[in-house]
């Protein structure tokens, strides 16, 4: 069984920095790619930035510059450096992991959370 454990949220005035931690643990698997999705209240969760296993990013176009992801030093763990938050950063972030499971003889995309983190921005 696969736990994402997250770490590294809180509250933090308007133009401040968090840095967020995930680490998977029990289980063997390599993810391919690792990252942050986020979930503001009566809002869909949505992408903050994600990081494969070659380090090739995507982010969320409006977090580009302020936002960085990166692999951490222990096999799958992966933490995003927020900076120059914003009142409307705030959310509830969430780890999430992704590998390719051939176990059915064709590849199916499993996808795996952690249970969040609240991040709260005040004005």
């Known amino acids: 069984q696969v736990q994402l454990v997250e770490s590294g949220g809180g509250l933090v005035q308007w133009g401040g920095s968090l840095r967020l931690s995930c680490a998977a643990s029990?289980?063997?698997?390599?993810?391919?790619?690792m990252g942050w999705y986020r979930q503001a209240q009566g809002k869909q969760r949505e992408l903050v930035a994600v990081?494969?296993?070659?380090?090739?990013?995507n982010y969320a176009d409006s977090l580009k510059g302020r936002f960085t992801i990166s692999r951490g030093n222990a096999k799958n763990t992966v933490v995003l450096q927020m900076n120059s938050l914003r009142p409307e950063d705030t959310a509830v972030y969430y780890c999430?992991?992704?590998?390719?499971?051939?176990?059915?003889?064709?590849?199916?995309?499993?996808?795996?959370w952690g249970q969040g983190t609240q991040v709260t921005v005040s004005s």
């Open positions: 029990g289980s063997i698997f390599t993810f391919y790619e």
């Open positions: 990081i494969t296993n070659t380090g090739n990013t």
């Open positions: 999430n992991a992704a590998r390719w499971d051939y176990s059915t003889g064709s590849p199916v995309k499993r996808d795996y």
